[in-house]
């Protein structure tokens, strides 16, 4: 399984300063937290992020990234993207397996879902992708898993 992690947003960087992926949550980092309680976390073989092209995102590769995901792999854009899903195309581009599920995850974004990733992709052959999408009215919202059945 192929996670690509999209970070390459204005607000890596938050205005006090600070790199959003490093908040505190639960006494950890909010990416590593994130990532680690995906449902998926323990099959993800291979994590690639796409970062900004910045001194900021340079460092936190090098001082996180490369140390929580060690076999990860980083695409560096030289501008900003138009959107996390453009952003994506980028760390697609790293994807060697076409075989396996791939998923793009907005890790900084936390949700809880009971989705059987091995389930949803391989008992059916028709499924070619899974979408988790949520209902709000504003920007904090409690994530559900929206389905069809």
Known sequence: MHVIIPLAGPDF???DGNIKPLIRFQGQP???HALESRP??????YHSFVLHDCEESRRFAHDYLRIWFESCSIVYLSEFSRGAAISAL???SL???????LII????ILYKCSIDIDRAFYSDPDVGGIALA????NSIAIWRVMGTG
Do not use: T, V
Not at 40 to 45: D, E, G, L, Q, T
Not at 105 to 108: N, P
Not at 134 to 137: L, R
């Open 30 to 32: 909010l990416l590593k």
């Open 90 to 92: 980028a760390g697609l």
């Open 40 to 45: 998926w976390a323990s099959r993800a073989k």
């Open 95 to 101: 994807q060697n397996e076409f075989c396996q599920p």
């Open 105 to 108: 995850d907005l890790a900084d």
């Open 13 to 15: 960087i938050r205005a």
């Open 134 to 137: 949520f209902a709000s009215n």
